[in-house]
């Protein structure tokens, strides 16, 4: 993903596009985090064996499907806008049948046939190998639903379609569900508890990846620190396994180093970082590895020890200075980047500052900042009365951002002068002259073509630079094509 600075992380849409001969045509669309952009791959790779091709027309649709994000309300109101969309092509295509998926679909459940009438299907995230048979009841002119929370599925037996792929970065998914319970959080209900995929059929999938010409991967879970392979079944249920099971148990470090090593001249991330589950040795591996990129994203969330209480998230401001001096040490030239939240209830102009406080310590990269949005069902919504204004959220989180935005200069400034290795991925956006790739900090540099292709490692001199892009000129390949 490319590295922005806005509070649309999770609201951003793509439409996705496969290749295949398939008769019936899908259209499906995606809201949200990388994990459902990650799943509607998934989605399209189930539906490829059912005859489905994909379509970027909604008119030429036989199925719609939307990939819903519940995060914030601001997301789903989105989505209820495309589904009024939907809907209004539908008057004119009266066969198009219209799904909704993912965390919307799992927290509104039948609601959405009920109260909105909008929809033909709907379902969670674990319940996508039902599609087929789900299809058959609408096909028959029923409504389907399965909403159904899995203890198991991780979709490691399925190979995704690669879908709008440049070709050259993936995704690919380690866990699913999160169990941490952050109190202003909604994912833990959407997506269940917390599991791992094995670790085989991981390095299969990266292998396979590698073999088709992709270069760079990212890791995905909700809390990749967290993995625990033990032969399968919830994280929680990891003291029930047997002896034989814990001793040859893969934890995240352990996972880290398998995939590195299956593929030494593949490029490895990983996406999100939880502070209170992130431990030395994945630390220590990042460094013994030069494939794997040297960036964390590392929410916190807030700098007050008050607030990171009430929002449930386990570790203090200190301990969360101490991760970050143990990363500057083990890994000198690491980007780390945070999401923040502003106006959570209770929180005080005290409590702000001790944000911004905390933001100057660390000088992130970059960030991902967001005004509190109570979502129903979660603790917060439950105990806490959402008390901070919606003026003083929206000034607190345009200071942040403010401030933000002077570090992410800072950061860049940092890497001119410098020849960093670059992984080319697609031309640049403002001129077709030029490639836009990242750097290992993650970070977007945008250099002339000259004959330079995608997919192929640079070494780039860094001359200039704005707060989110590095600019500069090729002075070679790097050895690692
Ligand atoms: N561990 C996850 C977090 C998912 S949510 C991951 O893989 O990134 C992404 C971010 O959205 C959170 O870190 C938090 O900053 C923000 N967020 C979550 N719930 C929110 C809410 N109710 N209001 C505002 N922002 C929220
Ligand atoms: Fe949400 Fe906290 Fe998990 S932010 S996804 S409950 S780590």
């Given at each position: 993903?490319?590295?922005?600075i ?13 290749k ?31 005859g ?6 909604l008119e ?10 519940s995060?914030?309300?601001k ?39 009920e ?70 959080c ?34 995905l ?109 083990i ?89 960093e ?15 836009s ?19 192929e ?25």
């Amino acid at each position: 993903m490319e590295k922005i600075i806005d509070e649309n992380k999770q609201g951003e849409s793509l439409i996705l596009q496969a290749k295949s001969e398939n008769s019936r045509k899908l259209y499906i669309e995606s809201y949200g985090c990388q994990m459902n952009f990650s799943d509607s791959e998934i989605v399209a790779s189930i539906l490829e064996k059912e005859g489905f091709n994909t379509t970027q027309n909604l008119e030429d649709a036989d199925l719609v499907l939307v990939n819903t994000c519940s995060i914030r309300e601001k997301a789903e109101q989105t989505v209820r806008k495309r589904l009024e969309k939907y809907n209004a092509v539908k008057k004119i295509n009266p066969g198009m049948k219209i799904g909704v998926l993912g965390c919307m679909a799992e927290r509104l459940k039948s609601k959405f046939l009920e109260e909105e009438k909008m929809v033909d299907m709907v379902v969670g995230p674990d319940a996508y190998k039902d599609l087929p048979n789900l299809l058959t009841e609408v096909d028959e002119g029923r409504n389907a639903v399965n909403v159904i929370l899995s203890k198991d599925e991780t979709y490691g037996d399925i190979s995704p379609v690669r879908l709008e792929s440049n070709g050259v970065t993936a995704f690919v998914s380690i866990t699913r569900g999160c169990d941490n319970m952050c109190t202003f959080c909604v994912v833990p209900f959407t997506r269940g508890r917390e599991r791992s995929r094995d670790p085989q059929s991981i390095v299969a999938e990266i292998n396979e990846l590698w073999e088709k010409g992709f270069k760079e991967v990212t890791l995905l879970g909700q809390n990749v620190d967290s993995y625990l392979w033990y032969g399968g079944g919830l994280k929680k249920d990891f003291d029930k396994a047997s002896d034989m099971q814990k001793a040859t148990a893969v934890n995240f470090s352990q996972l880290l180093e398998l995939c590195a090593m299956a593929q030494p001249k593949m490029r490895f991330r990983f996406s999100t970082s939880n502070p209170q589950d992130m431990t030395l040795d994945v630390i220590e591996t990042m460094a013994k590895y030069d494939n794997i990129c040297n960036y964390i994203h590392l929410p916190v969330q807030s700098g007050s020890n008050k607030i990171l209480k009430a929002m449930n998230r386990q570790h203090t401001r200190q301990e969360y200075f101490e991760l970050i001096e143990s990363i500057r040490k083990i890994i000198p030239d690491c980007a780390i980047s945070q999401d923040m939240i502003t106006g959570f209830p209770t929180e005080t102009e005290e409590d702000h500052q001790l944000t911004l406080s905390l933001m100057e310590y660390v000088k992130y990269d970059f960030g991902f900042m967001f005004a509190y949005s109570e979502r129903p069902g979660t603790l917060a919504e439950r105990k806490l009365e959402d008390d901070v204004p919606i003026d003083v959220k929206k000034r607190r989180l345009s200071e942040i951002i403010q401030l933000q935005l002077e570090h992410s200069l800072y950061r860049t400034k940092q890497h001119v002068g410098k020849i960093e290795e670059v992984l080319i991925e697609k031309p640049s956006k403002k001129s077709d002259a030029h490639w836009s790739g990242r750097n290992s900090q993650n970070t977007v540099v945008v250099f002339p073509k000259e004959d330079y292709k995608v997919g192929e490692f640079v070494m780039v001199k860094i001359n200039d630079c704005t707060s989110a892009t590095l600019i500069g000129e090729a002075v070679g390949y790097s050895e690692n094509n």
